[in-house]
């Protein structure tokens, strides 16, 4: 009873903590975020330092391989896997997809009413980090949710709650990491096993992905999504000098990448660089930009930075990127997001189609592509035949369209993040 008794007062206590720091940030005068006062920054420099002490766990742990040491070897691994676990727990995005988690699991077992309760603290939480990344799609499922659960639909709403809770996922986090942890957790399978040869193969892509999640955090692609986000977001209450600063600042970080990146990448970043450069032309000369433009530029700069980080952690070099089957699942997601934000966004119905052309051509490569089992490929024809569906109505901008757009770009993620980590796996396992 006491034990009840105490937790519930620990409730109530992060309940109030959160909702306290949603209406500190929702005050007027608290809207706009500098970047060098922006809460994630101290989030990013934890992130850093957590990433680099794994990676130092992994590294010590295949020098324990070499030696023969494979007592101390198994001890390094647990800790790496730790840290790994303390990664995601330090993220921005994890109370409110913990309110969430806690939501779905009260739908097992109390009535639709009841769990109403917990959506308070889902909003504040939600309020909470809109200031630093966009939670305008997690609100959207959420809100669904509510409204399915003062129906007494609870599978419906237990739907929605899953959909917001992916919709919060740091892609230039959580994937990287996801790589790494599976091949932390195979190691220690070939440790069981009493393989220290493949488990240090395995732990040499570990180390790989765990520099990649190191390296892509603060990567000039990632920051000129924030600097896109923040033109955007702050739009209505900042001045133009400072929305203007915000754009600059989100070229200059697209021109960094696109020096930097392979040719295939060099032309998105070049493009969207120039559409932003009429943006700030805009702003300067005293002219009113439409939201649809700040926001289809944003979309688009989330857009590359997802494909960025998806191609670091894969670690294809631009030589790779013109054959094998993720590369194009990789472009074929890029111009899935791009048909979305020219039909839905900016309803440019034409430039949505195109999109959705050149998508289907990467899915067409995909399917050609050479894969073990047939799962993969039934996988990507009923992506196709969703694709080919929107193609007959772009003009269409309708929440059943939004959705279809989603579950694409949902399952196109998915089969990413696992094709090429299974190849490797079956490589090492076979060798």
Known sequence: MKTQLKNNIMTILLVSLTASASLAQAAPGNRIVEPDKNVTSQVESTLERTTIVAVRHITQARSDLHRKE????????????????????????????????????????????????????IYSSLEMISVYIPTDKARMYVDRAKGYLEKDKQWEAERELGLAEKSLIVIEVELPLLKAQRYVTLAQEFLVNNNPQKADEALRIAEQRAMALYFGMNSPIIQARQNVWLAFRNYSTATRAESGRHLREARSNLEKT??????????????????????????????????????????????????SAAYLSARISEAETTLGIESNLIEARLHVTYAEIYQVTTSEPEKAVNELNIALSHLQKASESPMDGSDVRAKIKEIRNIIIDLRLMPKERDVTVKDRYESVKDELRTLTAIERSTEQIREIQNN
């Open 70 to 121: 494979l007592t101390r070897a198994r001890l390094e691994l647990e800790k790496a896997e730790r840290l790994m676990e303390t990664i995601k727990d330090d993220l921005s995005t994890t109370t409110v997809k913990n309110f969430i988690w806690i939501a779905r699991k009260h739908l097992e077992y109390e009535k639709p009413q009841q769990v109403l309760h917990d959506f308070p603290q």
């Open 258 to 307: 696109a020096a930097s990146g392979n040719t295939r990448e060099k032309g998105e970043m070049s493009k969207l660089s120039k559409e932003i450069s009429v943006l700030e032309n805009k702003l300067a000369t005293g002219e009113k930009v439409a939201e649809s433009d700040l926001r289809a530029a944003w979309e688009k700069s989330e857009a590359l930075a997802e494909r």
